[in-house]
Nanobody, 114 residues
Framework: VQLQAYGGGLVQAGGSLRLSCVVS????????MAWHRQAPGKQREMVAM???????NYADSVKGRFTISKDNARNTMYLQMNSLKVEDTAIYYC?????????WGQGTLVTVSS
């Protein structure tokens, strides 16, 4: 399984970005899909996850601002990020768990300026 994440960039605080993650296989049966991020000097953390049944969970730090979704027909997962803060600056990685194995995309950099 290969994942390609894109959509990062430079945005001012308060702005929005939408990240996309294209998966190389059908995602309808994938149990868990998630976005993680890693800020400079910090450990990677889970930002949002979505199940095959479209249940979603979010880190407390992004609740109410970020929305995870997926389009099974396009084999794509999204992360809509609104009201961005400087502390959201990080490399964002998409990840899926398929047949008990995890697969990661290459990451896309999000930089939020004050």
């Amino acid at each position: 399984v290969q994942l390609q994440a894109y959509g990062g960039g430079l945005v001012q605080a308060g702005g929005s970005l939408r990240l996309s993650c294209v998966v190389s296989r059908s995602i309808g049966s994938i149990n868990v899909m998630a976005w993680h991020r890693q800020a400079p000097g910090k450990q990677r953390e889970m930002v949002a996850m979505i199940s095959s049944g479209d249940r979603s969970n979010y880190a407390d730090s992004v609740k109410g601002r970020f929305t995870i979704s997926k389009d099974n027909a396009r084999n794509t997962m999204y992360l809509q990020m609104n009201s961005l803060k400087v502390e959201d600056t990080a490399i964002y990685y998409c990840m899926v768990v398929d047949l008990l194995r995890s697969f990661w995309g290459q990451g896309t950099l999000v930089t939020v300026s004050s």
